[in-house]
C-alpha cells in the first residue's frame, strides 16, 4: 500500500515496576495517551517492561545448585508474568484504542501455547483498534537470562503493514545476530524497533549500525532502572549487594536511515522521546546501499529461515500457532 511521507513517533522510557504488571500497565496508559496527546502514531515501550527485566538477580543459582529462596523468587516473577492474550493485552489494546494509535511493548509472557511452563521475553504489536496484531519471542536470551526464559522460535518473526510503514524489529542481543537482522530486512522492515535492556554507550553504536545496514529508521527504548523500584520484601536482594543503586540509566534514541540521531539517546532519567520521521529518507538511504536489493549477491548468499512453530513435544503442529502479524 501506498505509505504517507511523514509520520510521528514517541519511544518511552519508564522507571521499572518489577514485579508489578499492573502499575506497569498503569503506566503505560498514561504515558500512551500523552505521547497521542502530542500527536504520535506510534508509541514503544522497552523490552521485558511489563513483568519486569530483574537486572541483579541471579535467582539463587550457581552451577550445580538452586537454592529454595531463588525458586520462591521465580515462582514470584512467574505470577508476575501475563498471559497473550489475557486481561492485561486487554488493557493495552484498550490504550492503543484510545490512543487511536500503534503501540508496540516488551512483556514477560506465560502460558504460551508452544510451551505453557516456560516464560518468554516476548514484544507485543497492538493496532490502532485495540487488537493484538503480531508478537515476537526472544529467539536467544543472553547469558543469565537463560535461566529464567526459554527460547521463541522463528513463527513469530513479524513486520507489519501500517499506513505509514512497514514495522518489526528484534528485542535486546537479538539484534547482534546477522541472520536474524536479514529475517527483518528481507521481510522490508522501514520502522525497525529494538527496545533493550542494555543502556551501555556502546549500544549506540549497535543501533546506528542497523539504521545504516538496513537504510530504515530505528527505535532504541530501554527503562531508567534503581535497585528502589523492586520490591523491598524480594528474598534474594542481597544479590544486589555488588551492583549500583542505577541498575539501568536508559539510552532510548531514534536514528534514521543513514545512521543520524533523530532524538536522545535519554539517560539517568524516565521520560519520553517524539520525533516526525521523513519516511523519503528510507529510498533516498537507499540510493547507494540496499542491503537485499541492489547490494545484495543472492548467487553467491542465501538465508533460509524457518517460520515453522515448533512444539517442543511432537514437532509443528497445526492450529496452536499463533500469526504474527502480516509479514
Known sequence: MPHRPQVRVAAIQPRGYPFDPAAAIDHLRATTAEAADQGAELVLFPEAFIGGYPWG??????????KPAGRRTFGRYHDAAISVPGPETERIG??????NAWVAVGVIERDA????????????????????????RKLKPTAAERLIWGEGDGSTLPVIETP?????GLICWENYMPFARMAMYGKGVEIYLAPTADSRDRWQATLRHIALEGRCFVIGCNQFVTKEHYPADIEILDEFDDWPDVLSRGGTSIYSPLGETVAGPLLGEEGMLVADLDLGDIARGKFDFDVIGHYARPDVFQLRVNEEVMMGVGGPQQGRGESGGRS
Open 113 to 136: 501455547p508452544r510451551a505453557p511452563g516456560t516464560l518468554f521475553c516476548t514484544l507485543l504489536y497492538f493496532n490502532p483498534e485495540g487488537t493484538l496484531a503480531g508478537l515476537h
Open 94 to 99: 484498550q490504550a492503543a484504542a484510545a490512543a
Open 57 to 66: 538477580l541471579s535467582f539463587g543459582t550457581a552451577v550445580g545448585g538452586r
Open 164 to 168: 505509514f510503514a512497514r514495522v518489526g
